[in-house]
């Protein structure tokens, strides 16, 4: 990069940038997908994560339902209609781009936020999990990838394991949502009465019978 003329400090933001963009986000992405998969409030079980279909399809639901990147911002580059509301040039905008615990927190159970078939675990090409445009992200395949694959792996070693935490603390900024820790045991005189909470049997009611 310093042969194409980069400067040293912009080598070093460009790095630091991709480790956010690309490291932090897919982290947090599955740490977000085990959770909701061990919680048991995710639309397929911990042991169909363990095939691809079902990993993909939980990795799916967790972009569409609660990405690790649920806001970006943006600046009207032009005066645009949205509705009857104008947006002025060089208004700053900031894009919902899934659902959230902080600009819309009813939308984590809304079926309209995003389509129905994202939340199926259908393509993501169609929303804007990943934006949109020229500045759509370059790593999006390769972070649904490496998360399917992760997620998918892990069930597959670890059959028993289950969640210990039920109440983590979670990275709730603005444009990135996930829990701080994902604390499980994999022996099974430590796995609790009933692993399911109440919701989470609503759920993956409401997926079964939708699917
Ligand atoms: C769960 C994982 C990820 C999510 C949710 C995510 C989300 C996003 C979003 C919302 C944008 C902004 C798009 C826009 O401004 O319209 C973006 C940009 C970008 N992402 Fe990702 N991303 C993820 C993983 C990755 C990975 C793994 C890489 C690279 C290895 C990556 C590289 C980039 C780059 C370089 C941009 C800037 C594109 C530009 O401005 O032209 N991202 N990402």
Known sequence: MAEHGLST?????????????????????????????LEGSAPVCWKDAASEAGSKTVVRNVLATESSVPTWRRVAAHDTNLGDT???????????LSGNHITSP???????MPSEAMRRGQSTDHGLVFGSGIHRCLG???AELEAAI??????????????????PDWIRLLSFQAPRTVTVANNPSTRPRTSRPPSASKAASNYAHHS
Not at 86 to 96: C, M, Q, R, Y
């Open 150 to 167: 992760v997620v998918q792996e892990t069930a597959t070693v670890l059959a028993e394991v289950h969640l210990q935490e039920y109440q």
């Open 86 to 96: 104008l947006i002025p040039a060089g208004a700053e905008i900031l894009l919902v």
């Open 140 to 142: 999006a395949k390769l």
């Open 9 to 37: 400090p912009e080598i070093c933001s460009l790095g630091y940038f991709l480790l956010i963009a690309g490291q932090e986000t897919t982290t947090q992405l599955i740490s977000t997908t085990f959770f909701r998969l």
């Open 106 to 112: 009813d939308a984590l159970s809304s079926p309209s």
